[in-house]
T-cell receptor, first 113, second 114 residues
Framework: NAGVTQTPKFRVLKTGQSMTLLCAQD?????MYWYRQDPGMGLRLIHYSVGEGTTAKGEVPDGYNVSRLKKQNFLLGLESAAPSQTSVYFC????????????FGNGTRLTVT | AQSVTQLGSHVSVSEGALVLLRCNYS??????LFWYVQYPNQGLQLLLKYTSAATLVKGINGFEAEFKKSETSFHLTKPSAHMSDAAEYFC????????????FGAGTILRVKS
């Protein structure tokens, strides 16, 4: 049972470099989310998608872009990485009703130097 | 708008003692409420959820939480702590009309002393 798979698990970038984080889910979920986790701040929503071809901004969208070209995949892009984007990034998905729990990936630890 | 406040960023208990992790929410209408647990270097796992069916909710690993509308609280408890309960715990709130977005509290790190 794969669930939610994030790649890569770790990455180090230099300031100004770009990269894409991939999230894949095999549960046919409509809703997908990208969160970042920083110490003492819990998880903050970056962007989310309520279905294939749709995306929307969360709490902290600046500096990130996303795409949901296929239902099972949700990509998070950093066009020009900054040290403030050093964080652990989590992808999550859910079936769609308000009380459906999120299924999380194991995270991507990104360091920007 | 909706938000979650977790009181206490760190809680330390002895093995066998009561665990109480506090969560208060702010929402104009009764929301869906969740507790998640995160073990080191892992993603979050669902402990339990409140969906208005019952105010006392039982979850996995012996945890339970009680929804108190008058206090806008959803505190997490466990009668007897085990060493394996050491982790970070997150309270979260969501509403369907906000795209099912989960808003998380800042987290509480639970330490269990032997």
């Amino acid at each position: 049972n794969a669930g939610v798979t994030q790649t890569p698990k770790f990455r180090v970038l230099k300031t100004g470099q770009s990269m894409t984080l991939l999230c894949a889910q095999d549960m046919n979920h409509e809703y997908m989310y990208w969160y970042r986790q920083d110490p003492g701040m819990g998880l903050r929503l970056i962007h989310y998608s309520v279905g294939e071809g749709t995306t929307a901004k969360g709490e902290v969208p600046d500096g990130y872009n996303v795409s949901r070209l296929k239902k099972q995949n949700f990509l998070l892009g950093l066009e020009s990485a900054a040290p403030s984007q050093t964080s652990v990034y989590f992808c999550a998905s859910t079936g769609g009703s308000g009380n459906s729990p999120l299924h999380f990936g194991n995270g991507t630890r990104l360091t920007v130097t | 708008a909706q938000s979650v406040t977790q009181l206490g960023s760190h809680v330390s208990v002895s093995e066998g003692a009561l665990v109480l992790l506090r969560c208060n929410y702010s929402s104009s209408v009764p929301p869906y409420l969740f507790w998640y647990v995160q073990y080191p270097n892992q993603g979050l796992q669902l402990l339990l959820k409140y969906t208005s069916a019952a105010t006392l909710v039982k979850g996995i690993n012996g945890f339970e939480a009680e929804f108190k509308k008058s206090e806008t609280s959803f505190h997490l408890t466990k009668p007897s702590a085990h060493m394996s309960d050491a982790a970070e715990y997150f309270c979260a709130v969501s509403r369907l009309e906000y795209g099912n977005k989960l808003v998380f509290g800042a987290g509480t790190i639970l330490r269990v002393k032997s």
